[in-house]
T-cell receptor
Framework: DVKVTQSSRYLVKRTGEKVFLECVQD?????MFWYRQDPGLGLRLIYF???????EKGDIPEGYSVSREKKERFSLILESASTNQTSMYLC???????????????FGPGTRLTVT | DQQVKQNSPSLSVQEGRISILNCDYT??????FLWYKKYPAEGPTFLIS?????DKNEDGRFTVFLNKSAKHLSLHIVPSQPGDSAVYFC????????????FGQGTRLTINP
């Protein structure tokens, strides 16, 4: 079974703090993703990575950065947290195309971040 | 600009009846479509998918229908069970190489006993 773990289930931070959200997958997946989930907006892609040290912006990258130093670990960084970054953050991983059903991603349980 | 839309935020269905969840997309070039299911306090899990070369794909109680001319897909659950109560997201693959997805807003399905 694929396992994607996220470092915290709940996190409370103050405005202006630097925040690190960690994600680890144990299935040697090439691709990793960070989303945020907000009511009425669904899941929106922040950043993704298709290989170690390779990253690309998703649909809403502003205010975020990422780091992927090792294949199994993908970190999301909020350089200076703001209240509009209060959200549920979900990490996912997937195999490259040709190795399974196209588009299947495996998600972690999520981190509920509150910025006050 | 919403590429994938689920216009019903919620749906309530009686146990044993059919649940039909709908999804519309804007780009006729999309080739792969998926449905994910999400329970509270858990991440989404893959449910069923369909490629643009088909108009129907079935897996047990779950069937996905694709109407390419209308740019519309739907998920049918028959018969609906209480354990099906969850939020359902449709998604399209926008970049096959990176397995990149765009998700709809989600529909909260409640199955009433």
């Amino acid at each position: 079974d694929v396992k994607v773990t996220q470092s915290s289930r709940y996190l409370v931070k103050r405005t202006g703090e630097k925040v690190f959200l960690e994600c680890v997958q144990d299935m040697d997946h090439e691709n990793m993703f960070w989303y945020r989930q907000d009511p009425g907006l669904g899941l929106r892609l922040i950043y993704f990575s298709y290989d170690v040290k390779m990253k690309e912006k998703g649909d809403i990258p502003e205010g975020y950065s990422v780091s992927r130093e090792k294949k199994e670990r993908f970190s999301l960084i909020l350089e200076s947290a703001s209240t509009n970054q209060t959200s549920m953050y979900l990490c996912a991983s997937s195999l490259p195309p040709g190795t399974g059903v196209i588009g299947v991603q495996y998600f972690g349980p999520g981190t509920r971040l509150t910025v006050t | 600009d919403q590429q994938v839309k689920q216009n019903s935020p919620s749906l309530s269905v009686q146990e044993g009846r059919i649940s039909i969840l709908n999804c519309d997309y804007t780009n006729s070039m999309f080739d792969y479509f998926l449905w994910y299911k999400k329970y509270p306090a858990e991440g989404p899990t893959f449910l069923i998918s369909i490629s643009s070369i088909k108009d129907k794909n079935e897996d047990g109680r779950f069937t996905v229908f694709l109407n390419k001319s209308a740019k519309h897909l739907s998920l049918h659950i028959v018969p609906s069970q209480p354990g099906d109560s969850a939020v359902y997201f449709c998604a399209v693959v926008t970049h096959q190489g990176a397995q990149k997805l765009v998700f709809g807003q989600g529909t909260r399905l409640t199955i009433n006993p």
